[in-house]
């Protein structure tokens, strides 16, 4: 084990204190958004409630109701719900299967 | 149990041939039919959408929910996507058992979950040629994380 590569990767790995999820628009949203895909970054212990205030930077977003439903990893989640690297969030309109 | 979406029309034989069994003495089978209706107006055809990695999941949990409360039950289901014209069904759902009450029981409960929980979206296609999303009746606030999330 050498230090010097050691020590810059420790720097680096200690400098990343954002999780990145992606972020998943659907059917009347996604048309409302314009896009179906977006990742977001967000500073570690951010959760559900926090991805949907960073998205509503985006004017467009102003054609969402108050309190969409949210996914995250293919399960229904709360506003206050953690999200960590890699999660997957989606956006559910209201669902009319059947 | 794979294989709950398909883009093309449901073989509702093939899905009751699935669920049959010695011990079963009913069997239901359910279909979702696209309409034409007052309220909706002129359609001709409803374009179906999903989150399908969520979709399955969530028949999943909803299937998995039925056989815990309905030890014996045989359930297959399918939801089609795609655009599907008037008359054509969108979902089919294959129940057995051994009697009929659980049979329907068993049958409503998954059609009334799905109807509440799973990422499915239409879109009416209209003889005018406009397309509307269909909003759901209102409802409260409908999904918490199913029993399964507590698992």
């Known amino acids: 084990m050498s230090f010097g590569p050691v020590s810059k990767d420790a720097v680096n790995e200690g400098s990343r204190s954002e999780v990145r999820v992606r972020l998943l628009l659907f059917a009347s949203y996604a048309e409302a958004l314009g896009r179906t895909e977006m990742p977001v970054d967000l500073p570690t212990g951010s959760s559900v409630a926090d991805v949907l205030a960073r998205l509503r930077q985006d004017p467009a977003a102003g054609r969402l109701p108050p309190s969409p439903l949210v996914a995250v990893n293919q399960r229904y989640a709360k506003p206050d719900t953690l999200l960590r690297d890699g999660d997957e969030v989606a956006l559910i309109p209201p669902v009319a299967g059947g | 149990m794979a294989g709950y979406l398909t883009h093309t029309p449901i073989d509702v034989t093939a899905l009751l041939a699935s669920v049959a069994a010695d011990g079963c003495g009913a069997s239901v089978l359910f279909l979702g039919t696209v309409r034409r209706s007052a309220e ?60 009929r009450a659980e049979a329907y029981d068993v049958s409503r409960y998954i059609i009334e979950e799905t109807k509440k929980r799973v990422p499915i979206w239409k879109k009416e296609r209209h003889d005018s040629g406009e397309e509307r999303w269909v909003k759901p009746a209102e409802r409260v606030h409908p999904v918490s994380p199913p029993s399964a999330a507590r698992a």
């Open chain 2, 40 to 99: 909706d107006g002129d359609v001709t055809a409803i374009e179906y959408s999903a989150y399908a990695d969520m979709a399955k999941a969530e028949f999943d949990r909803i299937v998995n929910e039925a056989a815990g409360r309905w030890p014996g039950a045989r359930i297959a289901l399918r939801h089609r996507l795609g655009l599907i014209p008037l008359g054509e069904a969108s979902i089919a759902i294959a129940v057995a058992c051994p009697h």
